[in-house]
């Protein structure tokens, strides 16, 4: 839920703040922070500062309340000296830094920086574990693999079906149309009831892989959810589904944190950091060919060399 410090809240319980304003994939493999500061701190209320729509999703996650923050140009909306533990989950960068500095908290929990207590920051681990790693060296107890969420308060409108999920934040993890559209009717060859979803600005390109999947599979008719849902009904879509083939985006981590088997497509990010924990998920990508501009607006070439025979070769080897 959305929550505001005012007059109503119980001005002795002390606050734990923890900042991370950035997308529903980044929220995901924070969990196993998250839990851990859960259980570290009961005394305390934690607000999760990020933007408002991920609101939801904490709602999943349980015990922690939400702040709205929209990313870090400006300072966050609590009065300073307010929060007794600040944990910066954002980063390691100057503006991230900035933001917990001006809490002026009680107590820092962040990687080394300027002189500041905390282990250094390493590349090339998976993000549940760069942030359990931070709680571990401060004396906090956390597990990597504490990742999965509750189930949602709302059931799957299609329970069973295989979900396609044809969206990205970025162009560089935006895979063809026409190889979606492929898979999709591949798919329902194979006895899949196929439905496609994405975000609200993701319809209109749901809507075309549904019409080129008609095309290719004779009038195939394939589930159009894409810019239907609320965040709860698209997480009980994933919750409940067969199996789900995505980018490397939040549907993605959903599936792990639902464990459903999945095939993971990834573009600019690296694998070994953003990849799925272990469990039925292939993830399928060409490291040698990899670009690495997550902003770009451009497919990178590491996704772009994964093919629909690459796909259906995953999904056969998932058993699905």
Same mark, same amino acid.
């Given at each position: 839920?959305?929550?505001?410090?005012?007059?109503?809240?119980?001005?002795? &319980?002390?606050?734990? =703040?923890? =900042? +991370?304003?950035?997308?529903?994939?980044?929220?995901?493999?924070?969990?196993? *922070?998250?839990?851990?500061?859960?259980?570290?701190?009961?005394?305390?209320?934690?607000?999760?500062?990020?933007?408002?729509?991920?609101?939801? !999703?904490?709602?999943? $996650?349980?015990?922690?309340?939400?702040?709205?923050?929209?990313?870090?140009?400006?300072?966050?909306?609590?009065?300073? #000296?307010?929060?007794?533990?600040?944990?910066?989950?954002?980063?390691?960068? *100057?503006?991230?830094?900035? %933001?917990?500095?001006?809490? &002026?908290?009680?107590?820092? $929990?962040?990687?080394?920086?300027?002189?500041?207590? #905390?282990?250094?920051?390493?590349?090339?681990?998976?993000? +549940?574990?760069?942030?359990?790693? =931070?709680?571990?060296?401060? #004396?906090?107890?956390?597990?990597?693999?504490?990742? %999965?969420?509750? %189930?949602?308060?709302?059931?799957?409108?299609?329970?069973?079906?295989?979900?396609?999920?044809?969206? !990205?934040?970025?162009?560089?993890?935006?895979?063809? $149309?026409?190889?979606?559209?492929?898979?999709?009717?591949?798919? *329902?060859?194979? #006895?899949?009831?196929?439905?496609?979803?994405?975000?609200?600005?993701? %319809?209109? +390109? *749901?809507?075309?892989?549904?019409?080129?999947?008609?095309?290719?599979?004779?009038?195939?008719?394939?589930?159009?959810?894409?810019?239907?849902?609320?965040?709860?009904?698209?997480?009980?879509?994933?919750?409940?589904?067969?199996?789900?083939?995505?980018?490397?985006?939040?549907?993605?981590?959903?599936?792990?944190?639902?464990?459903?088997?999945?095939?993971?497509?990834?573009?600019?990010?690296?694998?070994?950091?953003?990849?799925?924990?272990?469990?039925?998920?292939?993830?399928?990508?060409?490291?040698?060919?990899?670009?690495?501009?997550?902003?770009?607006?451009?497919?990178?070439?590491?996704?772009?060399?994964?093919?629909? +025979?690459?796909?259906?070769?995953?999904?056969?080897? =998932?058993?699905?």
């Amino acid at each position: 839920m959305d929550t505001a410090l005012d007059s109503n809240e119980n001005s002795d &319980q002390p606050l734990l =703040l923890a =900042l +991370r304003a950035l997308k529903l994939g980044d929220l995901l493999v924070a969990v196993p *922070a998250l839990r851990g500061l859960r259980r570290a701190f009961p005394e305390h209320r934690i607000l999760y500062a990020a933007p408002a729509w991920i609101a939801e !999703a904490l709602e999943l $996650v349980g015990g922690i309340d939400h702040l709205p923050t929209p990313g870090l140009d400006d300072p966050l909306t609590v009065p300073r #000296g307010a929060v007794d533990i600040a944990v910066n989950l954002h980063g390691n960068g *100057a503006e991230s830094r900035l %933001r917990i500095e001006e809490l &002026q908290a009680n107590r820092v $929990v962040a990687h080394a920086s300027n002189g500041a207590d #905390g282990p250094e920051w390493i590349t090339g681990i998976p993000e +549940r574990e760069r942030w359990t790693r =931070l709680l571990n060296w401060h #004396g906090i107890d956390a597990d990597p693999l504490d990742y %999965r969420l509750n %189930r949602p308060s709302v059931r799957s409108p299609r329970p069973g079906a295989t979900v396609v999920h044809v969206g !990205a934040a970025y162009g560089s993890r935006l895979w063809p $149309v026409e190889r979606f559209a492929e898979v999709a009717v591949e798919l *329902a060859a194979a #006895g899949h009831e196929v439905v496609l979803t994405g975000g609200a600005s993701e %319809r209109a +390109r *749901a809507e075309e892989t549904a019409a080129l999947a008609g095309l290719k599979g004779t009038n195939l008719d394939v589930g159009l959810l894409a810019g239907r849902q609320s965040l709860a009904e698209f997480a009980a879509t994933i919750a409940e589904a067969r199996l789900v083939v995505s980018a490397d985006t939040g549907a993605a981590h959903l599936a792990s944190a639902y464990e459903r088997p999945s095939v993971v497509l990834f573009g600019p990010a690296p694998a070994e950091e953003w990849g799925p924990p272990p469990g039925p998920h292939v993830v399928l990508t060409a490291v040698e060919l990899r670009r690495g501009d997550v902003f770009s607006a451009d497919p990178d070439p590491a996704l772009l060399a994964v093919s629909v +025979r690459d796909v259906m070769d995953a999904v056969e080897a =998932l058993g699905c």
